[in-house]
């Protein structure tokens, strides 16, 4: 049986970037612009935070405000109405069943990256990610972050992976679940996990890569994380113009910076 997470303890820098990890992106709203509502996989909070900047100072009169979560909960909002005009999924799959059953037109899905899954732990944690999963069994480690593979494709991942290891049974009751990918980054930040099974993306962003270490876990132990969007019907043109810069050059640019993979031809 796997242990219900704990609530952390914050000091007010760690509860900051808490607040960054898991919260909305969203700015004081000009009555003339045209705002731009994103649901978006919290694996990429950083980077598409990144994408907004310059995507916003290019398109002068456009405003993007964000939520980030997993991709599963989005997925259940938008069928119950929730006003989101672009959905950026951590599961490729998730944006094509919306296609298919009429939420959007099939040609307006695309896939933006593929995402990438490391072991991180905090400095000071009893854990080395250098081990890479198989470590994680060491009996100084009690408690492992993961998403919760029951909506999050990056807990899935992580799920499937610690199966590839052949550890599933020593892990099994030492894992603390998030309810998405940046939950299980912050319980292994403020040491509520000894370690995480998290996003390259948010293990190279700027409130961890600073503060523990991390070892990639080989792309070939998980279903490679495809991730894609879609342009909701009824967006706004500028929900197609954000779409088309983050697929662009500069926009995939950013994303690599983040540790994710180009779409197509994906490195691997």
Request: proline share 6%; hydrophobic share 45%; glycine share 10%.
């Amino acid at each position: 049986m796997n242990r219900t997470s704990r609530v952390p303890i914050l000091v007010p820098a760690v509860a900051a970037l808490i607040v960054a990890l898991a919260g909305c992106t969203s700015s004081a709203v000009s009555p003339d612009s045209t705002v731009v509502q994103v649901a978006a996989a919290a694996d990429l909070k950083f980077a598409l935070d990144d994408i907004i900047e310059v995507f916003e100072t290019e398109h002068e009169g456009v405003q993007v405000s964000v939520s980030y979560g997993s991709s599963g909960n989005f997925v259940q909002q938008i069928r119950n109405g929730a006003p989101f005009d672009l959905y950026l999924s951590a599961d490729a799959s998730l944006v094509h069943d919306l296609a298919d059953d009429g939420y959007a037109g099939s040609g307006d899905v695309f896939g933006y990256a593929v995402g990438r899954l490391v072991v991180w732990a905090a400095e000071g944690s009893p854990a080395d990610p250098r081990a890479g999963i198989a470590g994680l069994t060491d009996s100084s480690v009690t408690t492992v972050a993961i998403a919760n593979p029951q909506h999050a494709p990056y807990g899935q991942a992580a799920e499937a992976a610690i199966r590839t290891a052949g550890v599933h049974a020593d892990l099994e009751d030492k894992l603390v679940m998030g309810e998405n990918i940046a939950q299980a980054a912050e319980f292994a930040q403020t040491g509520n996990a000894d370690a995480g099974i998290i996003a390259l993306s948010l293990a190279l962003s700027p409130g961890l890569r600073d503060q523990g270490t991390y070892s990639e876990v080989p792309v070939d132990d998980f279903p490679r994380l495809e991730q894609g969007g879609v342009v909701l019907d009824g967006a706004p043109d500028s929900a197609h113009e954000l779409a088309d810069f983050i697929t662009s050059p500069a926009g995939q640019e950013i994303l690599e910076t983040y540790g994710f993979y180009p779409p197509i031809d994906a490195g691997t």
